[in-house]
């Protein structure tokens, strides 16, 4: 479930992809969350944290309970800065005391946070230092404890991810620009040592003894990137596509360059199914949201982001074509405005003046 990538254009343009992954459909929508938006994080035993944001942000969200109450899943603010939850089963953080009096930010809020208040992966990181961040136990996902982590790229194209483990908040530049799921960040990079005689180069020809032998068609190259959708698989298979597709000249090449790209990691109904008895302890738990064992992962939607123009292409499950959304062009909206995302299915092109129709949230 879930694989992001970065890719760059010949101009040093800087664009991410991912899909998302899951057994059912969630409440998504797409939001403009323009600037001055309220946010409020709340951990149990500390005080609520309220900010409000500085930049604007459009943004795929899932409310939790109440509208108003945005949890940012996938999104782009008005400064290029892009932000992906993806799912990490287990994520453990510090340990931190209750105290009544002092503020912490939910892991579940720093889409909103990162998104809301910086401009770039370096001042997110200099952030991180000082505030507190709480992996908190999640209702929505039958108690949880925020089985994620966070992938963010800037218009430099520098990608960090953001990762609770073994107690500890771990910050980590991403030199690939590439995040699937577990194990561990660090455990992928070390992983791909396994995959250093990768080439986009075919060797279409060889001799065993006498026998000299001779592919009959093109793409041996990608015979040894792996075949299975797990996140292992799925991280060295988008590094190898990150790093090998033509490079394109315009940032309309690029995204349909990219669109390309992630067909590669578009699953559909039924591939691959869950027997109730070999779950894995791995599998991250949504009882309370009605996902059941015995149940297939699909590509719920794929997002394409061009961090330049703070663009975002979407395309749903059942919809055949990418319709895109233009940030710039939300620049005269003050309020808070929500669509579902099920509304694109049967849009395409520029779906800008349809978010601003959209129903506006009182905060």
Not at 52 to 75: F, Q
Not at 266 to 284: F, M, N, Q, V
């Amino acid at each position: 479930m879930c694989t992001s990538l970065l890719y760059r254009d010949t101009s040093g343009g800087v664009y991410t992809g991912r899909t998302l992954e899951l057994s059912m459909e969630l409440p998504y929508f797409v939001a403009h969350l323009p600037a001055g938006t309220g946010f409020r994080s709340a951990v149990d035993g500390f005080r609520p944290m309220a900010f409000r944001s500085r930049y604007g942000m459009l943004a795929i969200v899932v409310p939790a309970g109440a509208v108003t109450d945005l949890k940012v899943v996938e999104g782009v603010n008005d400064q290029g800065l892009t932000f992906s939850l993806l799912a990490f089963a287990g994520a453990e953080g510090p340990q931190i005391a209750p105290d009544g009096n002092r503020e912490v930010l939910s892991a579940i809020d720093l889409g909103a946070w990162t998104l809301g208040q910086f401009k770039d992966v370096d001042e997110v990181k200099a952030a991180l230092e000082q505030q507190p961040v709480i992996v908190a136990a999640l209702a929505a996902l039958g108690g949880a404890k925020t089985p994620f982590h966070y992938c963010l790229s800037d218009r430099r194209g520098r990608t960090i991810v953001v990762e609770f483990a073994h107690g500890e908040q771990r910050v980590y530049d991403n030199p690939v620009g590439v995040m699937t799921n577990g194990p561990e960040f660090s455990w992928h990079l070390t992983n791909l040592n396994n995959y250093s005689f990768l080439s986009n180069q075919d060797k279409d020809q060889g001799q065993f003894g006498a026998l000299k032998v001779k592919q009959p068609d093109s793409g041996i190259s990608t015979v040894a990137l792996p075949a299975s959708n797990t996140s292992v698989g799925r991280f060295v298979k988008a590094a190898f596509y990150a790093q090998y597709a033509e490079r394109a000249a315009t940032p309309q090449a690029a995204i349909t360059t990219l669109a390309h790209i992630m067909n590669n990691f578009d699953r559909p109904r039924g591939i691959s199914i869950e027997s109730p008895e070999s779950a894995g302890e791995g599998a991250l738990n949504f009882a309370a949201s009605g996902i059941q064992r015995g149940s297939t992962e699909y590509t719920s939607w794929t997002s394409l982001t061009d961090l330049a123009r703070s663009q975002i292409y979407l395309r749903s499950y059942d919809a055949l074509n990418y319709s895109s959304i233009d940030l710039g062009k939300l620049a005269g909206n003050s309020v808070v405005r929500l669509m579902p995302l099920a509304a694109l299915n049967d849009a395409s092109g520029d779906v800008t003046e349809l978010l601003l129709q959209a129903k506006a949230i009182t905060q």
